[in-house]
Antibody, heavy 119, light 107 residues
Framework: EVQLVESGGGLVQPGGSLRLSCAAS????????MSWVRQAPGKGLEWVAN????????HYVDSVKGRFTISRDNAKNSLYLQMTSLRAEDTALYYC????????????WGQGTLVTVSS | DIQMTQSPSSLSASVGDRVTITCRAS??????LNWFQQKPGKAPKLLIY???SLQGGVPSRFSGSGSGTDFTLTISSLQPEDFATYYC?????????FGQGTKLEIK
C-alpha cells in the first residue's frame, strides 16, 4: 500500500525557517518524481515544487524560488522541503504527492503538515 | 502561467442527480488535464487523468471529457459520498496549475 506521511510543520515567525519531511513507503521511491503542493486555510490547491528522480533536477513556483529547496534521499525513501525567509502568505497545509510522469498526474497524496507563519 | 477556471464555483444537487462541472484553460493544454476530489480534512484524491481516463478504484459514475481548452467532469448519478470539492489541474506545462474548485453540496 502506498503511504506518504508528512511531518515537520508548526508555528514559525516571519523570516524564520522550517524543514518539512515526507516518509514514503509501499512503492519504489527512487523511480518517481515527487511534489509538494500546499493549501492555504479555506483556499484552493497550489503546486510548490517538484523533484525528479535525479535530485539535481527540480522546479519551483515563482513565489518560493530562492527561499524553498526541495530535496530527496532515495536511500531513506524521504522527501524534504527546506523553507527559509517564511512569510505570512506561506501559511498552509503542505502535502507531499507522488508524480506519475506516464500519466502526468499526482496519483497519491499524504495527509499534509500544517505550517503557520505568524508573530 | 496557464489559468484554469472552473464553473460553477458551487453547486447544490440531490442524490441521484446528474452533475457536470466545467473547467476552462487560458490556453490549450491538449489532454493534460486531471480532476481531483477533496473532502473536508482529507487529501485530494485523483479521479481522472489525461482528461478522460478513470483512475483505478474510482467508480464508473465519474467521467471526464474534453481537450484543448474546455473540459468537463460528469457524475452520472450522485451518491452521498460524492459531496465534496472538485478541482481540475493542468499538467501540460510548468507550473502545473489548479482551478479554484467547485464545491458540490447537498440540496
Amino acid at each position: 500500500e502506498v503511504q506518504l506521511v508528512e511531518s515537520g510543520g508548526g508555528l514559525v515567525q516571519p523570516g524564520g525557517s522550517l524543514r518539512l519531511s515526507c516518509a514514503a513507503s509501499g512503492f519504489i521511491f527512487s523511480n518517481y518524481w515527487m511534489s509538494w503542493v500546499r493549501q492555504a486555510p479555506g483556499k484552493g490547491l497550489e503546486w510548490v515544487a517538484n523533484v525528479e528522480q535525479d535530485v539535481s533536477k527540480n522546479h519551483y513556483v515563482d513565489s518560493v524560488k530562492g527561499r524553498f529547496t526541495i530535496s530527496r534521499d532515495n536511500a531513506k525513501n524521504s522527501l524534504y522541503l527546506q523553507m527559509t525567509s517564511l512569510r505570512a502568505e506561506d501559511t498552509a497545509l503542505y502535502y507531499c504527492a507522488r508524480v506519475r510522469t506516464d500519466i502526468s498526474a499526482r496519483d497519491f497524496w499524504g495527509q499534509g503538515t500544517l505550517v503557520t507563519v505568524s508573530s | 502561467d496557464i489559468q484554469m477556471t472552473q464553473s460553477p464555483s458551487s453547486l447544490s444537487a440531490s442524490v441521484g442527480d446528474r452533475v457536470t462541472i466545467t473547467c476552462r484553460a487560458s490556453q490549450s493544454v491538449r489532454n493534460y488535464l486531471n480532476w481531483f476530489q477533496q473532502k473536508p480534512g482529507k487529501a485530494p484524491k485523483l479521479l481522472i487523468y489525461l482528461a478522460s481516463s478513470l483512475q483505478g478504484g474510482v467508480p464508473s459514475r465519474f467521467s471526464g471529457s474534453g481537450s484543448g481548452t474546455d473540459f468537463t467532469l460528469t457524475i452520472s448519478s450522485l451518491q452521498p459520498e460524492d459531496f465534496a470539492t472538485y478541482y481540475c489541474q493542468q499538467s501540460y506545462n510548468t507550473p502545473p496549475t489548479f482551478g479554484q474548485g467547485t464545491k458540490l453540496e447537498i440540496k
